[in-house]
């Protein structure tokens, strides 16, 4: 019995670090997406286009993998917990994978034009936003309540700048008619990464949900 346990012990810690490691990925590809954006490097841009089937593959696998161990294993509690969560941590990381993928598409499409501004805000957000990934992959690693907290109050601050982006962004449009086109798809841009901090606050609440068996209500 302390046999299997002990084996089933090592394929959860197995899922979490598979999990670890496409959350590192997606990370990474969210900076390159935004770094080949400001640089307008278009060489960049098909790199991270390129490694969204491997995002895709690991969420595959990933399901994969809970899908047996709930089939052979029939776990209970906070073992269930463990495998559920796991999921729809997974999920919520294969959206941001599609975004990172959708701003170097972006980069390709504008790669040739002059940019309307130089792009500060955006640099930003993604920097807010990568850190909020990182610090809610840290927290379901060591299952630390404290950062996946902090986690979900960091989205207000990138809330605040996307806000900020979009007034600027519109202002230009108003302006200088010629600027729609472009300032349309920066507009995206932040709102992706708006929306990759929301995962992030995704993820520090199923942290939340794993430790407690307490679900977070919803603003």
Partial sequence: MTSTRQSYNHELESLRQEILKMGTQVE???????MSLTKQDLEMAKVVMAGDDDIDHMESDIEDKCMLLIARQQPLARDLRIIGTGLKITTDLERVGDHAFDIAKITLSIAKQPLIKPLVDIPRMSEMAQKM????LLAYINLDITLAEQVCVDDDAVDDLYHQTVRELLTYMMEDPTTIKQATQLLFVARYLERVADHATNIGEWVIYLV???RMRKK
């Fill in 28 to 34: 990474e590809a969210i900076g390159q997406a935004v």
């Fill in 133 to 136: 990934l990182k610090d809610s």
């Fill in 212 to 214: 407690t068996g307490q």
